[in-house]
């Protein structure tokens, strides 16, 4: 960074403070000079100078301007950053496909690195012929397109006990959103020949860790694809490349990546991530295991604490996520009173079975402070609960599956914060 | 050999391979391998390869995960759980160690280096006396406290029939009032006293592509 360019950015601060200040909106086209905008009136150096060349980027990369949408971490909630979590920058992204190098991580022994020539798939235990796929055997199995949201169970889960992280980043971007290409699970299986004691699979991944999880066979034989592509290219390596398991609706630590097994048994394994990990504690200390669907949740994205109103009061933009895992998306209701009152949103586009949706509320902001507040509808008939209606049935000890209301409480100066309310 | 299936595609997975592979232990004990290993023994082993974030007495150190303890604190407000407190299953301990432990250095436990540590956290709960030997025949014999602390997720019977009904849409309350807000917690990282997420995140992202290309 320049000199110059610290400069602008600190007067630009400076002006949006004062002009919010001032109660006035931002300057923009809007506001013309005697002399008129010198953006428009003096030639500017893209308009005379020459761009870059078609050789200049093989693989792009965003516009600098946009440095901050990007993956962050946060130190205190893991013993260090291998085993961890980082969050999507759902705050400054809109519609509904998540570019995947922002896309959220989570692992359990890190990213690994595992080639395409050096990749296999067993399918073992109860079937006719165990059998060992290349990558390239997978390429050759007929495929199947789908959008599916990826939600890590515990999203939102530092909410549980009261407001505390600061931007919707933080409390609800364990998620992505990706069109993903591949192989569904049941083909994979009928080509070894599921055996009739075969009741569930146990899949696990090809790194340290193992992820191993177990899957009933009803589900394994429904919608669960064996990716390889998302969002047209390959998975990336934090991301399970070259091949991970895609569980529509279900909480995203059965979403094994660098996916390498797949046993059918005839019952669970109880493994470590279901049983140490996964389970949701109640307030009597009894722990329900096998929460695998992710309810139907919503939160609005802006404004919201990252993405405060800079423009004053007038036209404004109240835009969200919605999803749930049990169906589609068919209606959200945005309340900016805190739930006193509510209106319906319009969704983007209608709906789809346990992909994100995207929604938008256009209000005329009369610079009042505003509790925000979104509530999904699935296909369901669920209605998304509140955090306390939530909390009357599990106590504040499940970690998970905290799909409750979020309240942001935007100030006259258009600043949101994570509050919770009454 | 190619498979039997639809596509002919894939090859027969040979007994060696998956062996190689096949290594979960389910809670009947099904998939222990023949071996023992006693709390003596793992208690060396522990000391040597898990303690440095463990802890000694597997009580765990800093952030990371304490593995004895928290007995009695399921319903506490901040639950202690561990192997002996929370886990189900003895068969989830020696999978996951085997598989999965030491962290950074996974898969080089023997056999019987896995039942010794796994004594070893048995004895660290209390669970088992000093001179007790784990073996793959007495395996199933060891009560875990909370074996009968889960219950099949039941949301279907106690949530979904609240929250399918028909919510109100105006005048749904008199009073709203703020009962906890995030800023007073403070928590969050990349703040700056300017208060600014954004403007502080760049320049973290920038700061920190200054270092990478030094």
Request: glycine share 10%; aromatic share 8%.
């Amino acid at each position: 960074m320049t000199a110059s360019d610290k400069g602008t950015k600190a007067s630009r601060r400076a002006f949006l403070k004062g002009a919010l200040a001032a109660g006035g909106t931002v300057a923009g086209a809007g506001a013309a000079r005697a002399s008129g905008d010198p953006l428009i009136t003096e030639t500017q150096p893209w308009a005379q100078y020459l761009g870059e060349g078609v050789d200049a980027t093989p693989y792009g990369m965003p516009i600098r301007f946009e440095d901050d949408v990007v993956r962050r971490n946060v130190e205190w909630l893991t013993a260090d950053t291998i085993s961890s979590i980082n969050f999507t920058p759902i705050h400054a992204l809109d519609g509904t496909i998540t570019p995947q190098g922002c896309a959220f991580e989570r692992h359990h022994s890190g990213a690994i690195e595992l080639r395409k020539q050096d990749y296999r798939l067993m399918i073992n235990g109860l079937v006719d012929q165990p059998l060992v796929f290349t990558y390239d055997d997978l390429e050759r199995f007929p495929r199947e397109q789908h959008v599916y949201f990826c939600e890590c169970a515990a999203n939102t889960g530092m909410e549980w006990a009261g407001a505390q992280l600061n931007g919707a980043q933080f409390t609800h971007g364990m998620i992505h959103n990706m069109e993903y290409t591949g192989v569904p699970l049941r083909t994979l299986l009928e080509e070894a020949g599921v055996q009739t004691e075969g009741k569930w699979v146990f899949v696990e991944g090809a790194d340290a860790s193992s992820n191993g999880r177990s899957i009933p066979m009803d589900k394994a034989l429904d919608d669960v694809l064996v990716a390889f592509k998302a969002n047209g290219e390959a998975l990336r390596k934090e991301h399970g490349y070259p091949v991970r398991l895609v569980v529509p609706g279900w909480e995203g630590n059965m979403w094994v990546k660098w996916l390498r097994r797949v046993e059918v048994t005839d019952g669970p394994v109880e493994s470590r991530e279901e049983t140490s990990k996964y389970t949701d504690t109640l307030a009597d200390g009894t722990s329900r295991k096998w929460t695998w669907e992710m309810d139907a949740k919503s939160v609005v994205t802006s404004p919201s604490p990252q993405s405060p109103i800079k423009h004053g009061p007038g036209p404004l933009v109240i835009t969200g996520l919605a999803w749930s895992g049990r169906g589609a998306i068919t209606q959200v209701d945005v309340s900016i009173d805190g739930g006193k009152n509510w209106q319906t949103a319009r969704l983007a586009a209608p709906g789809q079975d346990k992909a994100l949706a995207r929604f938008y509320l256009d209000i005329e902001w009369d610079g009042s402070e505003m509790l925000l507040q979104s509530r999904a509808h699935d296909s369901t008939g669920y209605v998304q609960p509140t955090k306390d209606a939530l909390r009357e049935i599990r106590g504040e000890n499940s970690i998970y599956h905290n799909n409750g209301i979020q309240t942001w409480w935007v100030n006259s100066d258009g600043e949101a914060e994570n509050v919770e309310v009454s | 050999a190619a498979s039997d299936g639809p596509y002919g595609l894939g090859r027969e997975a040979l007994p060696e391979e998956i062996a190689a592979w096949n290594h979960e232990v389910m809670p009947d004990g099904t998939g222990l391998p023949e071996g023992a290993g006693s709390v003596e023994e793992g208690e060396m082993l522990f000391s040597e390869k898990c303690a440095v974030c463990h802890g000694d007495f597997a009580e765990g150190v800093g952030n990371w995960p304490p593995l004895a303890g928290g007995e009695d604190t399921l319903a506490d407000k901040d639950p202690v759980k561990t192997v002996g407190s929370y886990w189900p299953y003895l068969s989830t301990a020696w999978d996951y160690v085997h598989r999965s432990m030491p962290y950074g250095n996974a898969q080089t436990l023997s056999d019987d280096e896995v039942y010794a540590i796994v004594a070893y956290i048995l004895y660290s709960n209390y669970l088992v006396e000093y001179d007790f030997t784990l073996t793959k025949d007495n395996f199933l014999d060891v009560e875990m406290p909370n074996a009968d602390g889960f219950i099949v997720d039941d949301r279907e019977e106690t949530e979904f029939p609240t929250f399918t009904q028909e919510p109100c849409m105006s005048d749904c309350k008199d009073e709203v009032e703020i009962t906890m807000r995030a800023a007073v917690l403070d928590v969050t990282p990349e703040e700056e006293s300017e208060g600014e997420d954004q403007a502080s995140a760049e320049q973290a992202q920038e700061a920190a592509a200054g270092e990478g290309a030094a």
